[in-house]
């Protein structure tokens, strides 16, 4: 360790908070700092480190090599300390800080935001930021707390618990139906007009299950591609095509008769909902 190293905790918290605001005013700003000190407090832990920490140019500020590697060594432990310290000082249930937390658009609406309305409340010094993206958020760079997710998780490298599972349905409009007929069989989609989510990994392909244990698989053609839940929903309910949803966004328009669920007779697999922390770093209590 560079001499001098081990004396500088302040500097580490700053360098932390730095990498996950993604900038220099970014962190001066959620700091209560001037972003000349900021920047002040990493120079003097990059010249004790013998290292550069940070790349920058006029427009971003990226981890190097080094970078990356303290971060996910350092936020851990400074996480851990965080919380000891608030258990500490306030009780195991007092939260504060700010909790950042990201979730697809339409689940944001319907289901995460509500919930974080309780939660904060019972929280008063906790702040939370929401973030509603259809995309998937590179947790580590975006300073993201927590994600909840949709569907089957990709990233192994990721932890993550399952909350639960929800239905996917098969919809189309009245409309579009009026115009194209209803389909009596899986077989039969390859034929319609499909609306593709390209933020699924086979957003063309689709395995159904049969009432008497049979299956059926089918590849359809994509007239419209889209990566936003929501922007599919919207194509849906004007007569774009047919598409899967899943059961938490659709319920309302089957309700109200906006959209008709399409072969009830079979069922498609299910879909998870999970919670997700970014990788290597101790989940803050708020997130927890």
Do not use: C
Request: glycine share 10%; net charge positive; proline share 5%.
């Amino acid at each position: 360790m560079a001499r001098g190293v081990e004396g500088n905790l302040e500097g580490l918290q700053i360098f932390v908070a730095v990498a996950e605001a993604g900038g220099f005013t970014a962190a001066a700003e959620r700091l209560g700092m001037t972003k000349a000190n900021v920047s002040l407090q990493v120079g003097r832990l990059e010249a004790q480190l013998g290292a550069t920490l940070f790349t920058r140019t006029t427009r971003r500020v990226k981890l190097t090599e080094a970078g990356q590697a303290l971060y996910l060594d350092a936020q851990p432990a400074l996480a851990a300390l965080r919380d000891a310290l608030l258990q500490a000082g306030h009780g195991a249930a007092a939260l504060s800080g700010t909790l950042r937390l990201t979730a697809p658009v339409s689940h944001m609406a319907e289901s995460v935001a509500p919930a974080a309305t309780q939660f904060i409340r019972q929280h008063p010094g906790l702040q939370l930021e929401l973030h509603a993206i259809d995309r998937m958020v590179d947790l580590v760079a975006e300073g993201m707390d927590l994600a909840i997710r949709l569907g089957t998780l990709r990233d192994s490298s990721l932890r993550a618990l399952k909350l639960g599972e929800f239905a996917q349905q098969l919809v189309a409009s009245p409309a579009y139906l009026r115009e194209r007929g209803m389909p009596g069989h899986p077989g039969e989609l390859a034929g319609h007009d499909w609306v593709a989510l390209t933020l699924l990994k086979t957003p063309l392909t689709w395995r159904f299950a049969g009432g008497g244990g049979e299956e059926e698989t089918v590849r359809m053609r994509a007239r419209i591609k889209v990566d936003s839940a929501a922007s599919l929903r919207s194509l849906l309910l004007v007569g774009a095509g047919m598409s899967v949803l899943d059961s938490f966004s659709v319920q309302e328009d089957l309700r109200q008769g906006r959209l008709v669920h399409l072969l009830p007779q079979w069922t498609l697999p299910k879909g998870g909902v999970y919670a997700v922390f970014p990788p290597g770093r101790h989940a803050p209590a708020a997130a927890r």
